[in-house]
């Protein structure tokens, strides 16, 4: 019930489109009366043509007393006066343009269920990703990319797929019931009271099966999101799957995760086929019994053969239009599971949002205090613990300790990609929670190992899609990045397309174009998270040359990896599981932090080191 009142939500998209719901909703009473017409028809055009029909029964019927009953009965009786060769022929007439003017209304109910149905995935689909976007990082690293795609893509199509059949079945199907069954009361009370006390007892038999495919359509979408989170991690990670010879390791996961898909499709599919073959016996019973009980009515003389005749269509046009339904049923319980997943989502807030009074942050010089500040991802372990220091504005800070001693985890609480625990970072003497988020980061540049470039040309990939640079501050920005050169040795230059992921371009080249991005944008606080790859000796000096111009004039903050790094900075922060354990110049912490002296000797002054498994992750 409370799945059905999520599912009722999907509604709510319909309001804006609310005269072509009437027009899907107008087209379908059409097609069924148009249905009911051809059906209940069948009665008076054969009494009609086999010389049966009694006007005068017809005559004590209230509307005939009026004008136009008047003039219906006497066009009737004119009718019957004439030829039954011309009566055949008008009433073939009227059976074919009643059929087309069903065939025009099915068409135009057709069409717009299916544009309704297409046009709320979209704007569900929309307002997902939109919300997605507002998510803070914590959101991204629970759900998962595959997952996240996963309900973007699978679950709002079937969102899409169950709004047809409403739109589409779950109007016109029960409307062609009902007609069907006041025709049937008409001719023939009795059975048709049978027909309607038999209805619930299916419709219960049919909401089982339909439990039964919601349930199993829910595990089969959790495993399709799983199967691209795999897919995502293996074809992404494909380098270092190789290098420690994974391929089985992942081909057994892939394997295992797409049989579990297997069979929760197959136990849904089941349950949804199911209700085919129990819908054809209940049909078969109801026609069963209906010729016994019907046939002896006309064999005792208490209704006519072609009263016997209109029950029976009347009867099979109820049978078919069940059919349908108990198939729709199906469908939408699969939905259901597709919805209840997206309005999860959509429903989650993110967990870092700007106070509602948030002003945008002035322009910064840069002056970055972290005042006690602690954090834990999980709740439980601390990953940064009383971190406590401060910068002036155009110091270069370098972050060095082991691996996990939290120095990507600073720059995430820096960036309010996470919000400290305890503690604030004041930038310029204003608490960062205190402004917009937007703000904030524009004002920051990054500049991480993993350098993300779209499928876009160089210069949008420089100006990051903004319109407002100009073509010659963007080449200025490449010229300052060191990357103009080579540029303009690709095929179309600036308007080269760079390929998914910058996949056409060398790492050092794709560096210099993250560089050329940052000094375009300006901004006052940079942050460097240095490559731990070696490049060849050219590349690494123009990468260097490139970021020692972008450093100027700005904060900067380091995780750093190169000994000329540390030996430039203005200070060294030493981190050790996630305290600081000394800050100061190297001279003096060489001299009195053993932990420094550690990593010193043992990181920085280590020939480099040859592709490690970090470099095959970037
Ligand atoms: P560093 O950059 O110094 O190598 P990190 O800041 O990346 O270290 O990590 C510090 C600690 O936080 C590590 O123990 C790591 O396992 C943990 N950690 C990092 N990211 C997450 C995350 N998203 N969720 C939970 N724990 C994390």
Known sequence: MNDLRKYLRILSYLKPYKWLVLLTVLSSLLVASS????????????????????????????????????????????????????????????????????????????????????????????????????????????????????????????????????????????????????????????????????????????????????????????????????????????????????????????????????????????????????????????????????????????????????????????????????????????????????????????????????????????????????FSYDGKNTVVNCVDFETRPGETIALVGFSGAGKTTLINLLLRFYDVSEGGIRIDGMDIRSVKQSSLRSQIGLVTQETILFNDTVANNISFGRRDYSREEIVEAAKAANAHEFIEELSDGYDTMIGERGMLLSGGQRQRLAIARTILKNPAIFVLDEATSSLDSKSESLIQEAIARLIKGRTTFVIAHRLSTIQNADKIVVLDKGHIEAVGPHASLYATSAIYRGLYDKQFLAPPEPVSVEVAKS
């Open 35 to 374: 249905f009911a017409g051809a059906i209940g028809g069948i009665l008076p055009a054969g009494d009609l043509l086999f010389g049966k029909f009694d006007l005068d029964a017809y005559r004590n019927l209230p509307f005939m007393n009026t004008e136009y009953g008047g003039a219906l009965l006497n066009g009737i009786q004119s009718l019957l006066d004439r030829d039954k060769s011309d009566l055949l022929i008008m009433i073939v007439l009227v059976i074919v343009v009643l059929a087309c003017l069903r065939a025009v209304f099915k068409f135009v109910q057709g069409y717009t269920a299916a544009y309704l149905a297409n046009r709320i995935r979209m704007d569900i689909v929309v307002q997902l990703h939109d919300r997605i976007m507002n998510q803070s990082l914590s959101f991204f690293t629970q759900q998962g990319v595959g997952n996240t795609i996963s309900v973007l893509n699978n679950d709002a199509a079937l969102i899409q797929r169950g709004a047809v059949i409403i739109l589409d079945k779950m109007v016109l199907e029960p409307l062609n019931i009902t007609a069907a069954l006041i025709i049937a009361f008409v001719l023939n009370p009795r059975l048709a009271t049978i027909a309607v006390v038999g209805l619930p007892v299916f419709g219960y038999a049919v909401s089982q099966f339909g439990r039964r495919v919601k349930k199993n359509t829910r595990k089969s979408l959790r495993n399709t999101a799983n199967i691209l989170s795999l897919l995502q991690e293996s074809l992404f990670g494909i380098k270092i799957i190789k290098s420690f010879v994974m391929e089985n390791y992942e081909r057994e996961r892939f394997r295992a995760e797409n049989g579990r898909l297997l069979k929760n499709t197959m136990r849904a599919v089941q349950a949804r086929e199911l209700m085919a073959p129990l819908v054809e016996i209940i049909a078969a019973l109801a026609v069963a019994l209906f010729i016994l009980l019907g046939g002896r009515d006309v064999l005792s003389g208490k209704m006519s053969i072609s009263g016997f005749l209109t029950f029976y269509a009347a009867l099979g046009s109820v049978l078919n239009p069940l059919r349908t339904l108990s198939k729709a049923v199906g469908e939408i319980q699969a939905s259901l599971a597709g919805a209840v997943r997206v309005f999860e989502f959509m429903d989650k807030l993110p967990g870092i949002k700007d106070p509602p009074d948030a002003a945008d942050m002035p322009p910064i010089r840069g002056e970055v205090v972290f005042d006690h500040i602690s």
